[in-house]
Each structure stands twice: as C-alpha cells, then as structure tokens.
Nanobody, 123 residues
Framework: QVQLVESGGGLVQAGGSLRLSCAAS????????MGWFRQAPGKEREFVAA????????YYNDSVKGRFTISRDNAKNTVYLQMNSLKPEDTAVYYC????????????????WGQGTQVTVSS
C-alpha cells in the first residue's frame, strides 16, 4: 500500500517556476515507477511525466519537454516535478501516481494516486 501527498502548487505568473513534491508512505516506494498527470477544467486528465523506480529513465509529454523535469529521491520517498517557463495552458490540478512497473502514460497501470495540487499560471 502506498499513500501519496502532493504539495508545492500555487499561483505563478507566466514564465515563472514551481516545484511540485509528492511524498509517499510505505517502505516499498523505491520499487514503484512514478508519474505526474494533470487535469485542466473541462478537460480529461493527461500524462505529464514519468520516471522509473531507479530514476534512470524519464518520459515526458511533448507539451512539457524541455520545460519540466521529473526526479525522485528514494531515500526521502519523494518524487518531484520541476516546472519552468510556465504557461497559462499549464494551469491544472496536478496528480502524482505510483505504478508497480513502468507505466509511462497509461493511467490504468497506476495503482495509487494522490489528491492533487492546484497550479494556476496567470498571463
């Protein structure tokens, strides 16, 4: 069982940066692949980024590639999403999720989800 709690969301101007954190409970965190998803008002939830359990491989949605960086610290049971050069279209609720193996952008393969953190980017 893994419980996930996101933090770090907020209001930022376009061009600014935020770092989201996702703290996980459970001793098996390091065995899970982790992902970030987001859902904007009136839209379906979409994949943002994912990272393997070892942190050796990362994957990104094309819309955030070069601006966002996913990373993890297994000693701290935490995964991060560094978001730079934010745009108004990045406004959404951001969720972290855990999967027992590499799940990439397939939501159905993620077993555990956080409650989400709001990111709002003003123009």
């Amino acid at each position: 069982q893994v419980q996930l709690v996101e933090s770090g969301g907020g209001l930022v101007q376009a061009g600014g940066s935020l770092r989201l954190s996702c703290a996980a409970s459970g001793r098996t965190f390091s065995r899970y692949a982790m992902g970030w998803f987001r859902q904007a008002p009136g839209k379906e939830r979409e994949f943002v980024a994912a990272i393997r359990w070892s942190g050796g491989s990362t994957y990104y949605n094309d819309s955030v590639k070069g601006r966002f960086t996913i990373s993890r610290d297994n000693a701290k049971n935490t995964v991060y999403l560094q978001m730079n050069s934010l745009k108004p279209e990045d406004t959404a609720v951001y969720y972290c999720a855990a999967a027992p193996s590499v799940a990439y952008k397939v939501e159905g393969l993620y077993d555990y989800w956080g409650q989400g953190t709001q990111v709002t980017v003003s123009s």
